[in-house]
């Protein structure tokens, strides 16, 4: 059996996470022994799982892995992490967190740590993914995750909402969550007068600039009791700072793109969505990734049919749109993701490893690139090779649309610059997506110049 550790299991003492034949574990430690009885004996496992605040999981023997117990969580269908997510799901995220925090309290039990990481995504659901973040509650002490809970939650959320929702990209350079004291130097002096923020944020970084720790503005925590009800006060103020920030998108090309820039009549979109239908039938994927999504059109065709889909667009008003709609009717099998195809999330942390890249996520099952290629080829002058070598990489099977230099869009495009992109022809599009790919399929849409081409990977 080939047995590997999971990037980013080796910080944690209490046990670690691996992969066995493509199946995930994880290892508990005996010095976690205490809280994990704790933890399934108060009721608070059951409690979380009949919420479904926590992914379940059953315990399992395994004698050649030396550990207190072994664990096999419920599988997530793919990982994300708070870089791709959008505003929306950050503040679900974070809500989530406290909803945990306050339900372990109720049990005697109390989050030793708030990452971000400990969150994941089906579908419109956050779900908690970390067994080992609980521990027994103590008077003695303050909440030790407070500080973490601020720089991963409620700093990133602050930037978002309040100054540029493109800030939550920082998140791939500050691996631990938004410093503080950097979060004070961007957000408008006016946030000052918003009480949560001004407690958790700015009275937070000053004391921590001091050196004093975190609740030096409420006494030295060393000479005090941190009590229950004290403890379940700052959860709800956090609570009620996370709700405050809002953020309200503006209408951008994209997010606004089906209604003013779609370049089909409606027989040719109606044409376009059964082929769409037809490929989902003939393929059943389990797992589908729709690049350059937008706000999840086509993506809701296998999503509605019970197919896990990843939608994903580079545009945060588009993936915040989807996000919500997918939020308001409760779809389970799609996960809106902000992903740029021309940067696409990278390998991070320690040894580049701790967050898998975007592309170590892959392969899918199903591809889907609807009206993408002309933009990667002519707007970020990627020649058609790379595209090719691109797409083998994640994809098993390929759903791919070719938008020729006499449609409109691509006119719309060359306007204000010189053609010098001699090689987009179909002609050298099909020659060099045959090198990777086996044609299956190629249709003529409706009402225009378009083609779809659905391919298989060459083994």
């Given at each position: 059996?080939?047995?590997?550790?999971?990037?980013?299991?080796?910080?944690?003492?209490?046990?670690?996470?691996?992969?066995?034949?493509?199946?995930?574990?994880?290892?508990?430690?005996?010095?976690?022994?205490?809280?994990?009885?704790?933890?399934?004996?108060?009721?608070?496992?059951?409690?979380?799982?009949?919420?479904?605040?926590?992914?379940?999981?059953?315990?399992?023997?395994?004698?050649?892995?030396?550990?207190?117990?072994?664990?096999?969580?419920?599988?997530?269908?793919?990982?994300?992490?708070?870089?791709?997510?959008?505003?929306?799901?950050?503040?679900?995220?974070?809500?989530?967190?406290?909803?945990?925090?306050?339900?372990?309290?109720?049990?005697?039990?109390?989050?030793?740590?708030?990452?971000?990481?400990?969150?994941?995504?089906?579908?419109?659901?956050?779900?908690?993914?970390?067994?080992?973040?609980?521990?027994?509650?103590?008077?003695?002490?303050?909440?030790?995750?407070?500080?973490?809970?601020?720089?991963?939650?409620?700093?990133?959320?602050?930037?978002?909402?309040?100054?540029?929702?493109?800030?939550?990209?920082?998140?791939?350079?500050?691996?631990?969550?938004?410093?503080?004291?950097?979060?004070?130097?961007?957000?408008?002096?006016s946030c000052r007068f918003n009480i949560g923020l001004l407690m958790h944020i700015y009275m937070h970084s000053k004391a921590q600039k001091s050196g004093a720790g975190t609740f030096k503005t409420v006494g030295k925590a060393e000479n005090r009791k941190f009590g229950i009800n004290s403890f379940y006060g700052l959860v709800e103020s956090l609570e009620s700072a996370v709700r405050g920030i809002k953020w309200r998108p503006l209408k951008t090309d994209w997010a606004d793109y089906y209604s003013k820039r779609e370049s089909y009549s409606c027989q040719g979109a109606d044409y376009k969505k059964k082929v769409v239908e037809d490929v989902i039938v003939k393929i059943s994927p389990r797992l589908v990734c729709d690049l350059g999504a937008n706000t999840g059109l086509y993506s809701r065709?296998?999503?509605?049919?019970?197919?896990?889909?990843?939608?994903?667009?580079?545009?945060?008003?588009?993936?915040?749109?989807?996000?919500?709609?997918?939020?308001?009717?409760?779809?389970?099998?799609?996960?809106?993701?902000?992903?740029?195809?021309?940067?696409?999330?990278?390998?991070?942390?320690?040894?580049?490893?701790?967050?898998?890249?975007?592309?170590?996520?892959?392969?899918?099952?199903?591809?889907?690139?609807?009206?993408?290629?002309?933009?990667?080829?002519?707007?970020?002058?990627?020649?058609?090779?790379?595209?090719?070598?691109?797409?083998?990489?994640?994809?098993?099977?390929?759903?791919?649309?070719?938008?020729?230099?006499?449609?409109?869009?691509?006119?719309?495009?060359?306007?204000?610059?010189?053609?010098?992109?001699?090689?987009?022809?179909?002609?050298?599009?099909?020659?060099?997506?045959?090198?990777?790919?086996?044609?299956?399929?190629?249709?003529?849409?409706?009402?225009?110049?378009?083609?779809?081409?659905?391919?298989?990977?060459?083994?």
């Amino acid at each position: 059996m080939n047995k590997r550790e999971l990037g980013a299991s080796f910080r944690d003492p209490s046990g670690s996470v691996y992969y066995e034949d493509s199946i995930l574990y994880r290892k508990i430690n005996h010095c976690y022994k205490e809280d994990y009885e704790l933890f399934f004996s108060s009721g608070l496992y059951d409690e979380l799982v009949s919420s479904n605040s926590i992914i379940p999981h059953v315990e399992v023997k395994d004698e050649t892995v030396p550990a207190y117990k072994i664990i096999k969580p419920e599988a997530i269908p793919f990982i994300s992490y708070p870089y791709e997510w959008c505003f929306s799901q950050l503040k679900e995220a974070a809500l989530l967190t406290l909803k945990i925090q306050k339900l372990a309290l109720k049990h005697g039990m109390s989050l030793k740590d708030c990452s971000f990481y400990n969150v994941q995504f089906l579908g419109f659901r956050p779900v908690f993914i970390d067994t080992l973040s609980f521990e027994k509650h103590s008077d003695n002490r303050p909440w030790t995750a407070y500080g973490q809970f601020c720089r991963h939650f409620l700093a990133p959320l602050a930037l978002m909402g309040i100054v540029d929702v493109r800030l939550g990209q920082l998140l791939k350079s500050y691996i631990d969550g938004l410093p503080l004291d950097l979060a004070v130097s961007l957000l408008p002096r006016s946030c000052r007068f918003n009480i949560g923020l001004l407690m958790h944020i700015y009275m937070h970084s000053k004391a921590q600039k001091s050196g004093a720790g975190t609740f030096k503005t409420v006494g030295k925590a060393e000479n005090r009791k941190f009590g229950i009800n004290s403890f379940y006060g700052l959860v709800e103020s956090l609570e009620s700072a996370v709700r405050g920030i809002k953020w309200r998108p503006l209408k951008t090309d994209w997010a606004d793109y089906y209604s003013k820039r779609e370049s089909y009549s409606c027989q040719g979109a109606d044409y376009k969505k059964k082929v769409v239908e037809d490929v989902i039938v003939k393929i059943s994927p389990r797992l589908v990734c729709d690049l350059g999504a937008n706000t999840g059109l086509y993506s809701r065709i296998p999503s509605s049919r019970g197919i896990y889909t990843i939608s994903s667009d580079f545009d945060p008003a588009c993936i915040e749109g989807n996000y919500l709609y997918a939020l308001e009717h409760k779809d389970s099998k799609i996960l809106p993701l902000l992903l740029d195809v021309v940067n696409p999330s990278p390998g991070i942390g320690w040894e580049n490893r701790e967050r898998d890249s975007f592309l170590e996520r892959g392969p899918f099952d199903l591809v889907i690139a609807l009206a993408l290629v002309h933009h990667l080829a002519i707007s970020n002058n990627l020649p058609l090779r790379k595209i090719s070598d691109f797409l083998k990489k994640i994809s098993k099977n390929l759903l791919i649309e070719f938008v020729p230099k006499d449609d409109d869009m691509v006119k719309e495009m060359l306007v204000l610059r010189e053609d010098i992109f001699k090689e987009y022809t179909r002609e050298n599009f099909e020659n060099e997506l045959a090198k990777d790919f086996i044609l299956s399929q190629a249709v003529k849409i409706n009402d225009s110049k378009r083609v779809l081409y659905l391919m298989r990977r060459k083994e």
